[in-house]
């Protein structure tokens, strides 16, 4: 399996830390408001990269945070008329609900920057008494300077960044490239520190939770790409500065999704909310359609396309499974034999092993559905409808295109039974009114 490392810069063989586990974080939201699709491109990936891991016989964990201390929080809940608190727990109920809706696992340890407050307090603390960073007035900054690789992560000269940051007339500040840890506070939110009453910067938090939880370097961090900088190369500085690491062996970022070939953003007004689209699969579906490091491009006209594929997979997995269950001849635990199929998935596994590509790993699925159709319009051998429906179930499993399908009853059965007789009386009528009753149950 090989990983692009943002790091590195390059393709590297993955190996992880401990055998057979793999410690991930991934940034999470600062919750003030709903998920756009932009937002959910990371999630998705990434719940896609746990899956294969899983599927490897990795045991995974994974860990993204929720930021719940913010301006912009403390500004909706001026907006709303709510404290910062009931906010924040609205909109981390809002988010759940639609990374569910994504088909997203939301079985991972989730912490809140309020749960952690001690810890990041002690971590600041830890880089003053280092010399890493330094007070003045209650405001804690990070210093820059004595990190002699900072702007590797985003391949950025420290002397370029110093020349672009003049606008930066903070005075407290050594350079202009400090960063805040903590800032002295007492508007909204705050916490009581040997600082000052404040909050901390954004840029510590991350760290300072993987920190706690994880007690050492993990094997993958991830995000988008727009947090290469400054927020995970500020990350890595205070990992080196306390413990001379980079905090994850492999860093990986996905591209931006655009609106229109416009920059999507709350602030602009230009979102697809994720609650409002109602083919929340087939949304996934197209978040995974293209290389995750590539950028992705979102019109109505495009989605619609996905929308279609979606639904052209739904079919032939509902079709496949209820053609097997009809005649009980479903068997969910048969060995995959049958070359061809097994080809198909190899042509898979290829795809996901090479940095995640989930375009070509689609294409690999779609393939798998060009050669269910094409059995079961031959005569049924429930050998192979059975190998072919393992396949697709392990293809969708690790994409998480869930289709959902409920084993038939007895009653299911005399129902289609009577369907097809109907059909062949031209009892057109009747025929309807038994399409309509299997349709309801899902099965056509």
């Not at 979606?310 to 969910?332: G, H, S």
């Not at 635990?333 to 092993?353: G, H, P, Q, T």
């Not at 940095?355 to 079961?376: E, G």
Request: hydrophobic fraction near 40%; glycine fraction near 4%; charged fraction near 30%.
């Amino acid at each position: 399996m090989k990983i692009f490392n943002s790091y590195s810069n390059q393709l590297e063989e993955f190996t992880s830390l401990k055998e057979n586990q793999v410690n991930m974080y991934v940034c999470g939201p600062t919750v003030y408001n709903y998920i756009h699709i932009g937002n959910a491109r990371p999630v998705v990936f990434f719940d896609t990269v746990r899956r294969f891991f899983e599927a490897r016989g990795y045991q995974v964990t994974f860990v993204s945070n929720f930021t719940d201390v913010d301006d912009k929080i403390i500004q909706k809940a001026l907006d709303e008329n709510l404290s910062e608190l009931e906010v924040s727990s609205k909109y981390i109920q809002a988010f759940l609900i639609d990374i569910e809706g994504l088909n997203c696992k939301t079985d991972y340890l989730k912490p809140k920057v309020t749960e952690y407050m001690d810890f990041i307090i002690g971590f600041i603390q830890d880089l003053i008494d280092k010399n890493y960073a330094y007070n003045v007035d209650g405001d804690v900054y990070f210093r820059v300077s004595k990190i002699d690789d900072y702007g590797r992560l985003s391949n950025r000269n420290i002397d370029d960044l110093i020349s672009g940051s003049r606008i930066d007339i903070n005075p407290k500040k050594e350079s202009p490239l400090d960063f805040t840890l903590w800032k002295q506070t007492e508007v909204g939110i705050n916490f009581s520190s040997p600082f000052s009453q404040g909050r901390p910067g954004w840029h510590t938090e991350c760290v300072s939770m993987i920190d706690d939880i994880f007690k050492g370097q993990i094997d993958i961090h991830g995000g988008g790409m727009d947090l290469q900088f400054p927020h995970h190369e500020n990350e890595i500085a205070q990992a080196k500065a306390l413990h001379n690491h980079s905090i994850a062996k492999y860093w990986m970022h996905n591209g931006r999704l655009s609106f229109k070939e416009e920059k999507m953003s709350k602030s602009i007004g230009n979102v697809v909310l994720v609650k409002d689209v109602e083919e929340k699969l087939a949304l996934r579906f197209f978040l995974l359609s293209t290389h995750y490091r590539s950028p992705l491009n979102y019109d109505e006209e495009v989605f619609a396309m996905y929308v279609k594929e979606w639904q052209k997979l739904e079919n032939a997995y509902k079709t496949l499974f209820y053609k097997l269950d009809l005649v009980k001849e479903l068997d969910l635990n048969i060995e995959i034999k049958d070359i061809e199929i097994k080809n198909e998935i190899n042509n898979f596994d290829l795809a996901m092993e090479d940095d995640f590509n989930t375009a070509n790993a689609i294409t690999a699925l779609q393939s798998l559905l060009r050669l269910i159709n094409s059995n079961l319009r031959k005569k049924l051998v429930f050998t192979k409808l059975n190998e072919l429906l393992k396949a697709l179930n392990y293809m969708v499993d690790i994409l998480g295109l869930k289709v959902e399908v409920t084993p038939l009853t007895d009653e299911d059965r005399s129902v289609y039974e009577s369907w097809q007789k109907a059909r062949n009386d031209k009892d057109f009528s009747l025929a309807d009114d038994l399409r309509e009753k299997l349709t309801r149950r899902g099965m056509l």
